[in-house]
């Protein structure tokens, strides 16, 4: 055989091993035969593939299911422990690591509270290596089983010859994040943006699965969103947009960015907070929010109506620039406002969007709770993993698995 026509074979066998890992690890437990009718792959190449992956310990043989007169057919599923992935999310108040095996479970997690008015850069490098070692130590997995470190942070990531952060309302200007956390983080490296990583997650676990387009808002002290397209594994992608300093009001309040009237200067918590006359610092911004949001008071009443109106017309604008078919509303503090305000916010949003675009629209809030930017992040070495990027060292005696 010639050269070219070996590397062609070689090829083809990579996109079919990662069509096949992509397949199963969005429909498991699947059997052989789901897995050729889902992918259009012959059943003999399907078998051979999953002869190798299992011989890799990435996937195993989980139980059987009668089928209809034949025999019955055996059910494949990834190998949660074969391997792990790292998730840290980078917000306003806090850093959030996780760690989860192959099948997405979450294995340990660690957080660290920031000051929401100062975000010091050795400190959030120092949060995310600490972090990692202690989910490391709970979970006791050797680093060497841990594929990579997805990193989500809040402003504009570019991805250059070396990543750097932009992040103009956190007080980031240029911080050339993986340079830092190199020395003290031994694994590859993946840095997005936070709103990206969330949207990566209700992508393919959440409120955004079998969409076309969707919009991802994350709402915290400050906001972001992403825009989501397609399906995971085929050509789905999701690129992040500073959707919290577009201008909702010429000349109005001051923004942490530098500007004035900007949407995340009256819907971002800090900016609620501060409406409501309630200073707030750290962790206790959450609690914060959260009793204004419960509480019954007239001022709170009006406080909450008004921020329901501003978060509407925000939303209202992403209905009118992108037609997306779903928003979904995420963050800790858009998950707080949206379970009190979600029919108030809906109808600010029909109020300013155009009717044909706000009835192909719904408004809904995440489902994966407060730490889907976690779960997003460490999608970032998960899809390389799928994709035949990253791969696993070989497994230690002993620890090979039989389904
Ligand atoms: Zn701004």
Known sequence: MDERRRSTVRDLRRDNRSVLLWTLF???????????????????????????????GIVVEA????????????????????????????????????????????????????????HNVDVVVHSIAAGLTKVLADSRIDPPAVLGVGVGVPGVVEQGSEVLVHGQAYGWDAVPLERLL??????????????KTMGQAELWFGAARQTRQAVVCLMGSGLGASII????????????????????????????????????????????????????????????????????????????????????????????????????????????LGERLLPAIREAARQHSLTHRF????????????DAVALGAATLPMERFLNGVLTLREPASGDRAVG
């Open 26 to 56: 969005a429909n498991q437990p699947c059997s052989r035969q789901d897995l050729s009718e889902a992918t259009g792959l012959s059943t003999a190449s399907v078998s051979n593939v999953i002869r190798e992956l299992i011989s890799d």
């Open 229 to 336: 397209t397609g399906s995971p594994g085929r050509g789905g992608s999701s690129a992040s947009v500073e959707w919290g300093h577009t201008t909702i009001e010429l000349g109005g309040r001051s923004c942490r960015c530098g500007s004035r009237g900007c949407l995340e200067a009256y819907v971002g918590a800090e900016a609620i907070l501060d409406r409501y006359g309630l200073a707030a610092t750290g962790a206790d911004e959450e609690s914060a929010l959260a009793t204004l949001v419960s509480a019954s008071t007239a001022r709170a009443a009006e406080i909450l109506n008004e921020t329901a109106l501003y978060l509407g017309a925000g939303i209202a604008n992403l209905i009118n620039l992108f037609g997306p078919e779903r928003i979904i509303l995420g963050g800790w503090a858009g998950l707080l």
């Open 359 to 370: 009835a192909q629209t719904s408004i809904e809030l995440g489902s994966l709770g407060a």
């Open 63 to 118: 139980g059987s299911v009668d089928s209809d007169g034949g025999r019955p057919r055996i059910l494949l599923e990834m190998n949660p422990g074969r391997g792990y992935v790292a998730g840290v999310d980078v917000g306003e108040t806090r850093v959030m690591v996780e760690l989860f095996d192959l099948s997405m479970s979450v294995q340990a997690r660690a957080q660290y509270a920031l000051d929401p008015r100062v």
């Open 182 to 195: 190199q020395p003290v983080v031994d694994l590859p490296l993946f840095i997005d943006n936070g709103a």
